[in-house]
T-cell receptor
Framework: AQTVTQSQPEMSVQEAETVTLSCTYDTSESDYYLFWYKQPPSRQMILVIRQEAYKQQNATENRFSVNFQKAAKSFSLKISDSQLGDAAMYFCAYRLNYGGSQGNLIFGKGTKLSVKP | GAGVSQSPRYKVAKRGQDVALRCDPISGHVSLFWYQQALGQGPEFLTYFQNEAQLDKSGLPSDRFFAERPEGSVSTLKIQRTQQEDSAVYLC????????????????FGEGSRLTVL
């Protein structure tokens, strides 16, 4: 069974600094997606960044980038120039790249990120 | 609306009551998922619909949980004889199609319904 592990329940970063959130996963599959979602107090899951397993190049989205190490099954999120609005729960998630419910998202337990002004 | 809409946002039920939670997905989205998110945890899969067909209900924790999507759009999650352990946020998510041509794989989430069972 696939599992996703986030070993940092809470993290804190100073505004404008850089922070890295860790995620590891376990799977025997080779074709899958990895995601980082942000969940503010409003509870709506917002997609931050996505990585296709077959792509070697790390995904980037503005201030957000990932370090994807497929062999190590590691998928960390780096947030540069942290802003107060980045404060939220961050969830790492995995899903297989095919249809049906096998493609449903498997989430880690989350990391609560605080941003200090 | 343009996003996934869920109602009610908050529901307080006495133990033993039945509750119904509604999800209105993005128009045209084929796939619909329900997740349960306990306090301080990540969401966990409950059930999956492809149009009106419930293809997977393996995540439903007991036979008190029932979901339907009769016309392939709006979905309702019903919990009968609620128990305190049912207290959680129930998230609904939809996607165009998990194997859509763009291959984006993105699920769009609603804001969830927070259920508190007293």
């Amino acid at each position: 069974a696939q599992t996703v592990t986030q070993s940092q329940p809470e993290m804190s970063v100073q505004e404008a600094e850089t922070v890295t959130l860790s995620c590891t996963y376990d799977t025997s599959e080779s074709d899958y997606y990895l995601f980082w979602y942000k969940q503010p107090p409003s509870r709506q899951m917002i997609l931050v960044i996505r990585q296709e397993a077959y792509k070697q190049q790390n995904a980037t989205e503005n201030r957000f980038s990932v370090n994807f190490q497929k062999a190590a099954k590691s998928f960390s999120l780096k947030i540069s120039d942290s802003q107060l609005g980045d404060a939220a729960m961050y969830f790492c998630a995995y899903r297989l790249n095919y249809g049906g419910s096998q493609g449903n998202l498997i989430f880690g337990k989350g990391t609560k990120l605080s941003v200090k002004p | 609306g343009a996003g996934v809409s869920q109602s009610p946002r908050y529901k307080v039920a006495k133990r033993g009551q039945d509750v119904a939670l509604r999800c209105d997905p993005i128009s045209g989205h084929v796939s619909l998922f329900w997740y349960q998110q306990a306090l301080g945890q990540g969401p966990e899969f409950l059930t999956y619909f492809q149009n009106e067909a419930q293809l997977d209900k393996s995540g439903l924790p007991s036979d008190r949980f029932f979901a339907e999507r009769p016309e392939g759009s709006v979905s309702t999650l019903k919990i009968q004889r609620t128990q305190q352990e049912d207290s959680a946020v129930y998230l609904c998510a939809s996607s165009l199609e998990l194997t859509d041509p763009l291959g984006t794989g993105e699920l769009f989430f609603g804001e969830g319904s927070r259920l508190t069972v007293l």
